[in-house]
């Protein structure tokens, strides 16, 4: 059996930022549609609303920003990417759902188990086509793959097969993953952002089997955590070594390298060079209530160097007949029923963000403006507003200066005492209480710009 298929290079784009890690917006979009299998559209959006990019140039508006969400072939940045995963869980509990089951039930309902597409998971699977049908074993096959496809994923962040174990009790096999950076600083010892990685790699990495019509991995152990204990249990205390919650004891301290040599780790994790930290080991389940699941793991340790966690499974030689049907059909079929039912939400709610319509008519008989049919100036604030308005919509222009309302005869101003700053700031004072869709904003001595946050049609009658 060829159990570990040679790897190709690593994804290429980011090989020169070894310090820096990326997140594929295919996994940002899974999260997205997920809502929506479940939250109504008004509920999605006030999730996504409070993580709009306001500093990303790229977006001019949430329009943008929803577009962006919705792409599968760019890279967002790894701390919007852990803001938004470490905020979910809490907004669904506030939802009623709870994190684990709602991500399974979005694995297997959107792409029967896989975290992106079949178009994609055959793309990136295509080097090891052979390897799938010479292989007996396609679970064991697919953990040897991890490492590769966490490259395409979350480049910068490595998670790989460190070593297997021989369950001979039960017949059953341990594969330790290994979560760290792809590369390490030179002579810094540079850990990972603190994540959830049961809920957001252990668990979807367990359900990929299902995409080949296998059933998940049995169990998922998680060995070590890189958070602290405060960051998961916030009201966690420390008495004498021993960690207590309510009292009760959880845990207590000990040396990382210990509990490696205790776990027979140690030597596959010598090449790493991870120092010797102090950390607590779990002795006993913590269930929180409110997340409604087991945050603290017993023989699991916590502000550890590196992430670890296993998948006990059985080995198996039944491999399915059309094993790759899902994912062949996913290429030949642009959407399935459940991506064109998301893909219908997801633009009901771009029409909820689309610009207000607005008609803006300068009438020439009283020379006055209205705004969608209601009187909004006249005389000459109507004819400094007309021009304002003319020029944006026939050039796009956007930026005025004073000098050009004073030398244009069309609007008659007093020749030795214009005012046009107080007739511009009187108008901007109209403009926000009465048509804030348009915005007058001063930006230097002489000169204003104008924002307009609507779809403008003017007409003069």
Known sequence: MNDSPLLPARHENFSDLPDSIFVKNEFVKFLYAAMHLHLPVNEVREFWDKHYLTNNPKFQNHVDFYKWIWSDEEYCNADFFLQVIESIEPYLNSKGFEAPVFIRNALYTLNRGLLFSPKSMFKWTSPFLGDFYSNEDLRYLLLTLVEYYSSILLPGMLHKILTFFDHKSDKTTEAVILGTRFQQLPDKFNPLPPYDCELWTATIIQC????????????????SDIRTIQ???????????????????YGERCSFHDFCKRKKLFEELQQYNLPDFTITEIIKDYYCSKRKRIVLHKECIYEAPVYLYSYIFKRSSNKPKDFFSFIIDGTIKEKTDSWISIENRHNELLDTLSPQKILCIYHCSDDSISVNGKHLVKFLPAKILRYIISRFVKNNQIEFEYREFIKNPEIPLDTIS??????????????????????IEKTARGKFSIHVNCKLEYIEE
Not at 231 to 247: D, M, S
Not at 424 to 434: A, D, F, G, T
């Open 208 to 223: 990929m089997p299902a995409g080949i019509y296998l059933p998940p991995y049995e169990k998922i152990c998680m060995i």
């Open 418 to 439: 214009p005012n046009i700053a107080v007739r511009i700031q009187r108008l901007s004072n109209v403009l926000e209480k009465y048509f804030p869709q348009f915005i």
């Open 231 to 249: 960051k998961i249990v916030p009201y966690a205390q420390y008495r004498n070594n021993n960690l207590l919650i309510n009292q009760n004891k």
